[in-house]
């Protein structure tokens, strides 16, 4: 199990708004083969950063199975209008 984890920071102003996108978005990763958990939290000490978490089965799944597909364009298409940064991507394995 790998888990990606993706800092989002949105422009000021424009949270609600990534909100109904992301909620939009997330059909595009959730039907990914390999995709086994979604999870979006909002930032208490800073609101404008979201904490995206995925669980794919294998690295694979998302570098190739997503990334790679056309669905990947429709998701950045989707969230790249609030970002007010490059989001911080992160790829986690358990402890061997």
């Known amino acids: 199990m790998i888990v990606e984890t993706a800092f989002m920071t949105i422009t000021p102003g424009q949270e609600l ?3 109904e996108a992301i909620d939009t978005a997330r059909a595009f990763v ?3 083969p390999g995709c086994r958990h979604f999870a979006v939290r909002r930032g208490v000490e800073r609101p404008e950063v979201y904490l995206v978490e995925i669980h ?4 694979s799944d ?3 199975g997503f990334r790679e ?3 990947f364009g429709q998701w950045r298409a989707l969230l790249s209008p609030y970002f007010a940064a490059d989001p911080v991507v992160e790829h986690w394995a358990d402890r061997q």
């Open 69 to 71: 597909s056309d669905r």
């Open 17 to 19: 708004a990534f909100e």
């Open 62 to 64: 998302h570098l190739q």
């Open 56 to 59: 794919w089965e294998q690295l």
């Open 30 to 32: 959730e039907v990914t």
